[in-house]
């Protein structure tokens, strides 16, 4: 028996995936018999004979698929928890695009979920109808509204098509209009469509049915009486029920009563399906039995530690099964790090994107887990010894207030991405200042002429601050040896901790003589061993052009009696 695709819908928020579900499903209930729509659990089926009313003259192959099962909680975050082994759930995904707006951070991140997973793909053209002086052409399908349209919507329509193209082909993708791809394994089929008019809601029906019966025949087939294998898209508290899950079938058959075995970071979770469910006129129908493809809901119990986008099966064999759900699991699962972020995401499939997308960006991982983020996560992250792993990653979940972390927390996975590594490059150069602290700042100084206040025990002379900022503290040496430091400061006769460029200063300098070790015009520099140096020379972003240049010139100096200094 051939199964029905399943499809789901992605894009970017506020391209219409939502309005686009919305009315493909107006469509085929303004397009059947009574009851020819069946709303299941996250789910709807449009049944072969409603396809092809809707589609009409323009469908010109014979189908054999049963229909077309729709995923009704669009978006990536849905896409994800739809997963099974060897690959994602849907069969097809179809990708919603503003024709107006083009790909956004979400669409990119669609992409890459369809790259990663190898499914197949469409992409809708939205809100065609806001093309400025594009009308809607009634009983006529899309191409022939496109046709009777004036030349300058027809020309505005056709840039912003190829602008998608363009964009779409340097992320590595051939695409173009589904009625000029001439070969659909090769190229991308590009809808232009309307959610709000129904233009092009036809013609996607057509693409998808058509490419599910040419291309995935054969991974359509199923066994009616085998046993069920699902994936669990939602865990929630029903009124009256308890805690249930819905479920997407994609094999075999679930009945009333079957002991079920559910995929779990730990041991797989066991237990006996109480009831099945299938919506019918917006109330719940008992059914004693359902078959792939099918949106149903389970009542069963110990649901508690069930997380959505686990696998789930009907056991058949016990010891078997037990392997391949751990197996399953194994899957998205990594090696983590002794030391790394701390991670937390909605579900298995979320979790396993946002670990796929953090690798990538070389980030290590030390802790993954499904759930809000606790208390006692953030107790364990603010016990972290490398400040840069100070942080907890949530993606589609809740956070308790967190004082003394940072807490990155999105629906947008690149958004995620983005704000830790700008969080991270901050806090490295709040580390990478701190060491400066420490460390003896390059400074150059003239000692005036005529301002010798006192010669020595200690001396006190006027100084002109030449370039950097001279401190209390500060080493100083001439022409390669260390003389003094800086024992005082004075700005007009008040005590001062520090004096920058271009300021006229008196400063008082133990165990040197002027007139011996020092004298008038002379020129110090704050003294700074080589070990400095090397540290001075990688934080060197920190410091100004003026003493970079005095940098240089304290290393020139040194390398007079030693020419490898501060190599």
């Known amino acids: 028996m051939i199964r029905q695709p399943i499809i789901t819908i992605m894009g970017h928020v506020d391209h219409g995936k939502t309005s686009i579900l919305d009315k493909i499903n107006e469509t085929a209930i303004a397009k059947s018999e009574a009851g020819g729509i069946t709303q299941k659990i996250s789910s709807t089926i449009i049944p072969l004979e409603t396809i092809k009313k809707i589609c009409g003259k323009i469908l010109t192959i014979n189908l054999k698929i049963p229909g077309l099962l729709f995923i009704d909680t669009p978006g990536h975050a849905a896409f994800n928890n739809l997963r099974r082994r060897g690959g994602n759930l849907a069969d097809i995904a179809i990708l919603v695009i503003d024709i107006n707006e083009g790909l956004k951070p979400q669409t990119l991140e669609s992409i890459d979920i369809l790259k990663q997973y190898k499914t197949p793909f469409v992409i809708v053209l939205n809100k065609i109808d806001l093309i400025n002086g594009y009308k809607k052409q009634e009983n006529k399908f899309l191409l022939e509204n496109v046709e009777s349209q004036n030349e300058s919507v027809k020309k505005s329509l056709d840039e912003k098509l190829y602008r998608i193209v363009e964009r779409l082909f340097e992320l590595g993708f051939n695409a173009d209009r589904f009625d000029r791809v001439s070969d659909y394994t090769k190229q991308v089929a590009l809808i232009p469509c309307s959610a709000k008019t129904g233009d092009g809601i036809a013609e996607l029906l057509m693409v998808i049915s058509g490419l599910a019966q040419k291309y995935l025949e054969n991974s359509l087939k199923t066994e009616i009486k085998g046993p069920g294998k699902g994936t ?10 308890g805690k249930t899950m819905d479920v997407i079938v994609f094999d075999g058959s679930i009945k009333k009563n079957d002991h079920i075995i559910i995929g779990s970071f730990s041991e797989p979770i066991i ?5 099945l469910f299938e919506p019918e006129k917006s109330r719940l129908k008992s059914q004693n ?3 792939a ?10 649901l508690d530690n069930v997380i959505p986008g686990m696998p789930l099966r009907v056991i058949s064999d016990l010891e078997k099964d037990k392997e391949e759900i751990r197996q399953e699991v194994s899957e998205v699962l990594v090696d983590l790090d002794d030391v790394g972020l701390t991670i937390k995401a909605d579900s298995l499939g979320s979790l396993e994107a946002l670990i796929k997308l953090l690798r990538e960006n070389g980030f290590k991982i030390k802790k993954a887990d499904i759930g809000d983020i606790t208390k006692k996560d953030i107790s364990e992250v603010s016990a972290e010894l490398d400040p840069l792993n100070k942080v907890i990653i949530g993606f589609n979940v809740k956070s308790e207030i967190a004082r003394d972390i940072r807490s990155i927390t999105s629906n947008i996975i690149y958004t995620i991405i983005d704000e830790l590594k700008k969080w991270q490059d901050g806090e490295r150069k709040k580390l990478e200042a701190k060491e400066l602290e420490d460390v003896t700042r390059p400074c150059k100084i003239k000692i005036l002429r005529d301002y010798i206040f006192r010669k020595s025990n200690p001396a006190v002379v006027g100084v002109e601050v030449v370039a950097g900022t001279i401190r209390t503290g500060s080493p100083l040496f001439k022409e390669g040896k260390q003389l003094t430091e800086v024992k005082g400061i004075q700005l007009e006769k008040e005590n001062i901790s520090e004096a920058k460029s271009g300021k006229q200063v008196a400063i008082s300098l133990p165990d040197v003589t002027v007139g011996r070790q020092i004298n008038e015009e002379d020129v110090l520099y704050s003294f700074i061993t080589e070990q400095e140096f090397r540290k001075l020379r990688k934080l060197k972003k920190f410091l100004n052009s003026e003493e970079i240049e005095v940098l240089k010139e304290i290393a020139l100096i040194n390398r007079k009696t030693n020419p490898l200094w501060g190599v």
Do not use: F
């Not at 237990?271 to 009831?275: E, P, R, S």
């Not at 493809?293 to 110990?302: D, F, M, T, V």
């Open 232 to 241: 669990i898209l939602e865990v929630k508290e029903d009124k009256g029920l």
């Open 271 to 275: 237990t006996k399906v109480k009831a």
């Open 289 to 291: 039995e359902v078959h």
């Open 293 to 302: 493809s099918s949106g149903i809901k389970i009542s069963a119990l110990n």
